[in-house]
């Protein structure tokens, strides 16, 4: 049995995150979520954007299978069910106005941002959008407390430098 997850992280960033794709988000079409994990983003964006059609997808089924149950109990018509989706795979044969993804490159191997880029040239519609959130650093530094919080958590977890 799979039970549904949460991210604090997730909570706290879901609004910054939304004022920035009501401005650069087409008015319709179809979004592409890599690595949706919790479903808080998603589901967030679909009640606010409701003129999108969300696509979902996680590649880790202990998430997929519980963001496919609370896509169902959210009853929102936009949200697709969540596909199976590794960017160091084949993705699927689609075009979408827009790929999005949150809190994940800062915690992946490069392979993993270069699966992303070229996974979403494939499938992004000509002036389509890439939409990438996440911890980044500006003139060497992080650009928020919890990232620095969060980076050296998960140095000393994995033995890496982030």
Avoid: C
């Avoid at 939304?18 to 650069?24: G, I, P, Q, T, Y």
């Avoid at 089924?61 to 963001?67: G, N």
């Avoid at 809190?103 to 040239?121: E, M, Y």
Wanted: aromatic share 6%.
């Amino acid at each position: 049995m799979f039970e549904a997850k949460f991210s604090p992280a997730a909570e706290r960033n879901k609004d910054v995150i939304l004022s920035v794709l009501r401005d650069v988000l087409p008015r319709s079409g179809d979004v592409l979520e890599i690595a949706s994990g919790t479903g808080q983003h998603i589901l967030h964006f679909a009640k606010a954007l409701p003129n999108l059609r969300w696509l979902p997808s996680e590649p880790d089924e202990s998430y997929r299978v519980p963001l496919h149950n609370i896509i169902e109990q959210a009853g929102l018509s936009n949200v697709a069910v969540p596909t199976d989706l590794d960017v160091l795979e084949a993705w699927p044969d689609i075009t979408v106005n827009a790929v999005i993804v949150a809190n994940l490159l800062h915690i992946s191997p490069f392979a993993t941002v270069q699966g992303l880029l070229a996974g979403a040239a494939r499938v992004l519609l000509p002036g389509g959008i890439l939409h990438i959130y996440g911890p980044f650093k500006a003139a060497g530094e992080f650009t928020s407390p919890s990232t620095v919080s969060y980076t050296h958590l998960r140095a000393h977890e994995t033995g890496r430098n982030l």
